[in-house]
C-alpha cells in the first residue's frame, strides 16, 4: 500500500526505484526518508506525484503517523 525508501542509495537512488515500480503500482503511495539537507530531487527529473518526505532521525511515531495520512489520503 505504501513505498517506504531512502532517497540516496548505491546503485539505483530512491526516486528512481520508486518512479520504476509504480509503472507496475501506480495507485501507490509513496514516503521518501533522508538525513540529507540539500534538494536531492532537483536533477532535472518531474517530483514523484504526492510523495511524502521525512527527514532522518526520525521516530516510530513520526513514521507511523506519516504512513497513516498518505494511506487516508488515498483514493
Given at each position: 500500500d505504501?513505498?517506504?525508501t531512502d532517497v540516496v542509495m548505491p546503485g539505483m537512488?530512491?526516486?528512481t526505484w520508486v518512479r520504476t515500480a509504480l509503472r507496475d503500482r501506480p495507485?501507490?503511495?509513496?514516503?521518501?526518508?533522508s538525513g540529507y539537507?540539500?534538494?536531492?530531487?532537483?536533477?532535472?527529473?518531474p517530483p514523484?506525484?504526492?510523495a511524502a518526505s521525512l527527514?532522518?532521525?526520525f521516530?516510530?511515531?513520526d513514521l507511523t503517523a506519516l504512513v497513516?495520512?498518505?494511506l487516508e489520503g488515498a483514493d
Open positions: 505504501v513505498f517506504v537512488d530512491g526516486p495507485d501507490t503511495k509513496v514516503i521518501f526518508m539537507a540539500e534538494d536531492i530531487f532537483s536533477e532535472g527529473r514523484v506525484p504526492d527527514a532522518k532521525p521516530s516510530l511515531s497513516t495520512r498518505q
